[in-house]
């Protein structure tokens, strides 16, 4: 790069940006509605946490998980007080979480299903490590200790260290935009 191309390329990025377009002056004012219609817009990755409650397996689908830390290795999730799932997740020192694959919109959706048969015939699942359900046919799984339930509003941050796992399933991950799954595309 020559001196001029330098300069020029400096110049290029020290120019300010045009502002961003404010539709309605200063935006909405904050809500519930605000939040979700933002979030729509944010493209996640699909999980299922899964636990054991007094001997049956129970799980979700969660689209807030989160790495939180390399070393020791943390992640977060949340959980709504009001969810079925929540006496377990609150109760349980070990949980599963599941990376979905872009070939499970059907598992995602029976776990996000309020009364369904989570663990039905249809769902191919195996104890594993410390009794947690673990779910066939992931991209990945990890067998985690509760660390932490912090109150955030009407819901928990779940933070939890990997104890096992195996990250080896074949495919793509299942995304959540627009309020509906997705597979990516090319």
């Known amino acids: ?12 990025l020290a120019s300010p940006l045009p502002a961003p377009s404010l539709r309605s002056g ?8 605000l939040l979700r219609s933002v979030f729509r817009r944010h493209a996640a990755g699909v999980a299922v946490i899964t636990a054991e409650d007094g001997g049956r397996p129970v ?37 599963g979480v599941h990376i979905l694959g872009e070939h499970q919109q059907d598992v995602a959706g029976l776990f996000a299903r309020s009364g369904a048969d989570r663990f039905g015939p249809a769902t191919g699942w195996a104890p594993g490590p410390h009794g947690v359900p673990l779910l066939d046919g992931v991209l990945a799984w990890l067998v985690c200790r509760v660390v932490a339930r912090v ?21 793509r991950p299942l995304l959540y935009h627009q309020g509906r799954f997705n597979a990516l595309r090319d």
Not at 1 to 12: D, E, F, G, N
Not at 26 to 33: F, H, Q, V, Y
Not at 153 to 160: D, F, K, L, S, T
């Open 1 to 12: 790069m020559t001196a001029s191309t330098a300069h020029a390329t400096s110049s290029a």
């Open 26 to 33: 200063s935006g909405l004012p904050g809500s519930p509605d």
């Open 59 to 95: 799980g979700f689908t969660a689209t807030s998980l989160n790495s939180v830390s390399a070393d020791p290795p943390l992640l977060s999730f949340t959980i709504g007080t009001g969810a079925s799932t929540w006496p377990a997740i609150r109760d349980s020192e070990h949980l």
């Open 151 to 171: 109150p955030a509003g009407e819901h928990r941050v779940i933070i939890a260290e990997a104890v096992a796992g195996d990250p080896a399933g074949e495919g």
